[in-house]
């Protein structure tokens, strides 16, 4: 049996980690491409000689040519521009449209078969737009951001009740923005729900709300630590989780942005939803009986999600 391929379409920050987290997990060969010719090269050297220290036989190349992701079994794309001061929403649009749209041409060319999460913000349109360029089926294309948000919930969780992580579950439903929805109801501490532990006397309701700000805010917060990018090891170890769970076949039921198709009534759109990965890719989402209050929270994170696919469609047509 042939190694699986994995290709990783952006190789700054995020892309460089994926690329050691790929190798580390041996989930195959690994090619890292980038416009900036040098650094997708830099980087697999580099972790080309890593490996020998850590003793994974992954083969490493990096290139500027879409030729180089041909064949690969997983595209990860990381590709386009973070916002800069005076740049707008729409300009910032503008600019990862375009590289949505590139990248997509040269995965339908390159890769037509490959599954593709996508990781570029702003995440729910970005991840839309690349299916649409690729023209690949929608249950081969999703987005990572639950995973990411979910993890962020789990940690302060763990941390509130100094219990480990590992016992802590929880998830996240929504667009990847301060809309989006963690799921109270659903999250557990060993199968404990949280409204549970208030009534258990583990931690208030009060406290519990900030611990959810924190979730919703957890992207803004590191940014505003780093000053000069955005979080880059933890969305790098999510997406890696989403596709060893579709090489390797395990179907984890993972909090993903898919394309729904009148589940929580949303057609045609990406949202994040928990939902089966495995060979099939994006297999089967799993759909929760909410009630008012998260319906109404899920519902506003869909309209905001919405108003972004509607200024890609109007960029797209050229009348934005
Ligand atoms: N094709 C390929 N790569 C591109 C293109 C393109 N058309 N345009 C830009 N890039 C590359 C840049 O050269 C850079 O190396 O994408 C890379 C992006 O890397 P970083 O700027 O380091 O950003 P990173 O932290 O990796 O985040 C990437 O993920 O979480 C999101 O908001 C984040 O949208 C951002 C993306």
Known sequence: MSRKKIALVGAGN?????????GLKD????????VVDGVPQGKALDIAQ???????????????KYTAIKGADVVIVTAGVARKPGMSRDDLLGINIKVMQAVGEGIKKNCPNAFVICITNPLDAMVWVLQQASGLPANKVVGMAGVLDSARF???LAEEFNVSVEDVSAFVLGGHGDTMVPMVRYSTVAGIPLPDLIKMGWITRKRLNEIVDRTRNGG???VGLLKTGSAFYAPAA??????????????RVLPCAVSLNGQYGV?????GVPVVIGAGGAERVVELQLNASEKAMLNKSVGSVKGLVDVCKGIMKGTP
């Open 154 to 156: 789990r940690l302060f």
């Open 220 to 222: 803004a917060e590191i």
């Open 267 to 271: 057609r045609g759109m990406y949202v």
């Open 50 to 64: 890593l490996s020998t220290v850590a003793g994974f036989d992954s083969k490493l190349a990096g290139s500027s």
């Open 238 to 251: 999510s997406a890696i989780n989403m596709a060893e769970s579709y090489l390797k076949d395990k179907k």
């Open 14 to 22: 995020i892309g460089g980690t994926l690329a050691l987290l790929a």
């Open 27 to 34: 989930l195959g060969d690994i090619v890292l491409f980038d």
